[in-house]
């Protein structure tokens, strides 16, 4: 992950912004938004600071991982995902398997997934949160 990271700083160092604008997560490569949030969405993604995304890349994406500690939670957690998520759905099975007190959901949509069924999305944390 670290060298991943520090690839990626030295791209958008020797690209810049073109490399935000070619993010794989960049809202602009969504295609089940409602228009006007993926326009908005759009227009908070151009005031991201290059070099702030940068040092976000290298000081802090790297080190949060916590697949180590996972097991240790005791906390109820709900999960929501969207299942055209490619990069996280491969991970749904990990997250069953070594979170003890875990609810999950598969929801229509992808990585905002909270943006793409705002109405089931909202239902389940309010059901979720409901139940303490």
């Not at 520090?6 to 228009?35: C, T, V």
């Not at 997250?95 to 705002?118: C, Q, S, Y």
């Amino acid at each position: 992950m670290e060298e991943v990271m520090k690839a990626l700083a030295k791209l958008l160092e020797e690209q810049g912004r073109e490399i935000i604008d070619n993010f794989p997560l960049h809202p602009s490569k969504n295609k089940r938004l409602d228009p006007d949030i993926k326009n908005a969405l759009i227009q908070d993604i151009n005031l991201i600071d290059v070099n702030g995304f940068s040092n976000t890349c290298l000081y802090t994406i790297v080190g949060s991982s916590i697949r180590n500690i996972l097991s240790k939670n005791k906390v109820p957690t709900l999960l929501i995902a969207g299942k055209y998520d490619k990069q996280f759905m491969p991970l749904i099975d990990v997250a069953k398997r070594e979170f003890p007190l875990l609810e999950w959901m598969i929801f229509e949509g992808g990585h905002a997934v909270n943006l793409d069924a705002p109405e089931e999305f909202n239902e389940a944390v309010i059901d979720f949160i409901s139940g303490f």
